[in-house]
């Protein structure tokens, strides 16, 4: 049973679109972060969220984490084929330490 | 340059033959962990561990081993694979202190094949 719940799973799109991942779970997580991953490679960090109600930008990426901290959602805005990847968000619990939670990943495609 | 090294990058063999899956970082961190990547299921966490000679099981443990004799390795084991343990398995590292807000750092992956 997956504790994060990723939606959609997959998403295309044409470039200058905007998207929206959601992630979601019922319990409350001390942070949220999100990955982007690209094929042949490992995840990397895009941002993490600790504050309910936060809302972090990095240039076209908006990251929002819900004000009960269960769930966080990604907004992609003016999407470019760069922006392609499989996006993970990932949950971690101060009573247990050690275990980052995992979504099953949302996979993005922007063609041009 | 910072980074995780995970070898081999790809691996087949045959069910019940042992295996290593070496992982080593270079920048002095003490929480590095496994996960497997498999479709529709996303990264599950096989072990980790929190300092040298300190780990503990993840959300699917079974089949595997692991050691963490050396701050900076942290090796994969499967003492009797079978073909179930096919997947993309990946390491990763951070800073213990704040582990949950701390970025994890990860290797390039490596794609095991048992048959």
């Known amino acids: 049973t997956q504790l994060l719940e990723q939606s959609p799973q997959f998403l295309s799109i044409q470039e200058g679109e905007n998207l929206t991942v959601y992630c979601n779970s019922s319990?409350?997580?001390?942070?949220l972060q999100w990955y982007r991953q690209e094929p042949g490679e490992g995840p990397v960090l895009l941002v993490t969220v600790v504050t309910g109600g936060e809302v972090k930008k990095l240039k076209r990426l908006t990251f929002q984490f819900g004000d009960a901290r269960k769930d966080s959602s990604l907004h992609i805005t003016a999407a470019q084929p760069g922006d392609t990847g499989l996006y993970l968000c990932?949950?971690?619990?101060?009573?247990?330490?050690?275990?980052?939670?995992f979504g099953a990943g949302t996979q993005v495609v922007v063609t041009p | 340059e910072a980074q995780v090294t995970q070898n081999p990058r790809y691996l087949i063999t045959v069910t019940g033959k042992k295996l290593t899956v070496t992982c080593s970082q270079n920048?002095?961190?003490?929480?590095m962990s496994w996960y497997r990547q498999d479709p529709g299921l996303g990264l599950r966490q096989i072990y980790y561990?929190?300092?040298?000679?300190?780990?503990d099981k993840g959300d699917v443990p079974e089949g595997y081993k692991v050691s963490r004799k050396e701050k900076r390795n942290f090796p994969l084991i499967l003492e009797s694979p079978s073909p179930n343990q096919t997947s993309l398995y990946f390491c990763?590292?951070?800073?213990?202190?704040?582990?949950?807000?701390?970025?994890?750092?990860f290797g390039n992956g490596t794609r095991l094949t048992v048959t």
């Open positions: 990763a590292s951070s800073f213990a202190r704040q582990t949950y807000n701390s970025p994890l750092h």
């Open positions: 990932a949950g971690g619990r101060g009573d247990s330490w050690g275990k980052l939670q």
């Open positions: 319990s409350v997580f001390s942070s």
């Open positions: 920048m002095n961190h003490e929480y």
């Open positions: 561990s929190m300092n040298v000679e300190v780990t």
